[in-house]
């Protein structure tokens, strides 16, 4: 039984793939990263978490929001949770 403290198990599909944007997905695929790949956010995912914490992803002026600290931890606690698809 989890307790009030375990975070929810996440997914990919349902809470990952929603934050990358199209425009986040076709600025990264010509430096060969798929962003809407579970294999591929996996395999490049302390790069992606440097990133959207220091608010260099996405870049200034495309005109995408910087992810929240909310987005952020999101994204870590699926890191530390083995990346589930």
């Not at 996996?42 to 005109?63: C, F, L, N, Q």
Request: with cysteine.
């Amino acid at each position: 039984m989890m307790s009030t403290h375990d975070p929810v198990q996440l997914s990919f599909a349902r809470d990952i793939r929603p934050m990358f944007s199209e425009m986040d997905i076709a600025h990264m695929q010509p430096f060969g990263m798929d962003l809407s790949n579970k294999d591929d956010v996996e395999a490049h995912a302390d790069a992606i978490y440097r990133e959207v914490k220091g608010k260099t992803m996405p870049p200034e002026g495309s005109g995408e929001p910087a992810w929240s600290d909310e987005m952020c931890d999101r994204f870590k606690t699926w890191q530390t949770q083995g990346c589930p698809p």
